[in-house]
Nanobody, 125 residues
Framework: QVQLVESGGGLVQAGGSLRLSCAASRRTFSAYFMGWFRQAPGKEREFVAAINWSGGSTYSADSVKGRLTISRDNAKNSMYLQMNSLKPEDTAVYYC??????????????????WGQGIQVTVSS
């Protein structure tokens, strides 16, 4: 099975940028439909963005469109989340997720088979 490890989180001021990475442990990474989710304190985990196997199609939550951009590099077994114009409300633990048999519901948490351990992103005002 693929293991996922996030990196790149940290503390940033509002308006700043961060780039999250999700590294996969296996070369079968390209077979997985991938997504980013986040969970703020006291809130449920929510969908952020998703990307198909080739990277040719991406999907984003309305709250992050135009600011957070998902991408992947199958040659490097990695997925990324470029986060620009960050806001305090973006503060959360961010998780990367993967699904092998994609069923068409990229926003549904339960459809993803594999999860990273999560990484903290804190945006100060």
């Amino acid at each position: 099975q693929v293991q996922l490890v996030e990196s790149g989180g940290g503390l940033v001021q509002a308006g700043g940028s961060l780039r999250l990475s999700c590294a996969a442990s296996r070369r079968t990474f390209s077979a997985y439909f991938m997504g980013w989710f986040r969970q703020a304190p006291g809130k449920e985990r929510e969908f952020v963005a998703a990307i198909n196997w080739s990277g040719g199609s991406t999907y984003s939550a309305d709250s992050v469109k135009g600011r957070l951009t998902i991408s992947r590099d199958n040659a490097k077994n990695s997925m990324y989340l470029q986060m620009n114009s960050l806001k305090p409300e973006d503060t959360a633990v961010y998780y990367c997720a993967a699904v092998l048999r994609y069923r068409g519901s990229y926003q549904r948490i339960g459809d993803y088979d594999l999860w990273g351990q999560g990484i903290q992103v804190t945006v100060s005002s």
